[in-house]
């Protein structure tokens, strides 16, 4: 198959394998569940054991804007909304345009790790602000199923991460 006709897929790019052409489709189920894992309620807090609010991690960084605290902003979006946004748009770009067996796949894999050191962090993020909330002494926290999807949304871009690093890994050695 010519260059040309191989449109916007690179002709040796893992796209292309049968072997891990679910790759694809996985990471946009996880940009889904990653997605929606936003917008699910991550916890309730109670104050005085009258008023309760359910928050979701969308609604803390809207928030954190509107109260104008930008630094805490920038962590709690950067780590937890932007970073596995971005692991998962880079995979899929890998996935489909780079060439498995070149040195730019090569590179791609230290892309990947150096990416993929940050993944846990922004669980971290999320339970450092149920540990927050909890320490005081007036509101009570009670973690909801949206905490527990963007922990599956997070764990499943670490196995895409090790998926397509094997796979590129595999594809260099297969060209030398």
Same mark, same amino acid.
């Given at each position: 198959?010519?260059?040309?006709?191989?449109?916007?897929?690179?002709?040796?790019?893992?796209?292309?394998?049968?072997?891990?052409?679910?790759?694809?489709?996985?990471?946009?189920?996880?940009?889904?569940?990653?997605?929606?894992?936003?917008?699910?309620?991550?916890?309730?807090?109670?104050?005085?054991?009258?008023?309760?609010?359910?928050?979701?991690?969308?609604?803390?960084?809207?928030?954190?804007?509107?109260?104008?605290?930008?630094?805490?902003?920038?962590?709690?979006?950067?780590?937890?909304?932007?970073?596995?946004?971005?692991?998962?748009?880079? /995979?899929?770009?890998?996935? +489909?345009? $780079?060439? =498995?067996?070149?040195? *730019?796949?090569? !590179?791609?894999?230290?892309?990947?790790?150096?990416?993929?050191?940050?993944?846990?962090?922004?669980?971290?993020?999320?339970?450092?602000?149920?540990?927050?909330?909890?320490?005081?002494?007036?509101?009570?926290?009670?973690?909801?199923?949206?905490?527990?999807?963007?922990?599956? /949304?997070?764990?499943?871009? +670490?196995? $895409?991460? =090790?998926?397509?690093? *094997?796979?590129? !890994?595999?594809?260099?050695?297969?060209?030398?």
């Amino acid at each position: 198959m010519s260059r040309q006709s191989a449109g916007w897929r690179h002709p040796n790019a893992l796209a292309r394998r049968p072997a891990t052409f679910w790759i694809g489709p996985f990471i946009i189920a996880n940009l889904a569940l990653l997605v929606v894992a936003w917008f699910l309620p991550i916890m309730t807090l109670t104050e005085f054991w009258f008023w309760s609010n359910r928050v979701s991690l969308w609604q803390t960084v809207v928030g954190l804007l509107r109260q104008s605290d930008l630094p805490l902003f920038l962590i709690v979006a950067g780590f937890s909304m932007i970073l596995p946004t971005l692991k998962l748009l880079v /995979a899929g770009w890998i996935w +489909i345009r $780079v060439d =498995a067996a070149s040195p *730019r796949g090569h !590179r791609a894999v230290g892309w990947m790790e150096a990416l993929g050191k940050w993944s846990m962090v922004d669980v971290f993020v999320v339970a450092l602000i149920v540990v927050a909330v909890k320490v005081s002494l007036v509101t009570d926290v009670g973690v909801h199923v949206g905490i527990y999807v963007f922990t599956a /949304a997070i764990m499943m871009s +670490i196995v $895409v991460m =090790a998926w397509i690093g *094997r796979a590129l !890994r595999h594809g260099k050695e297969q060209a030398v």
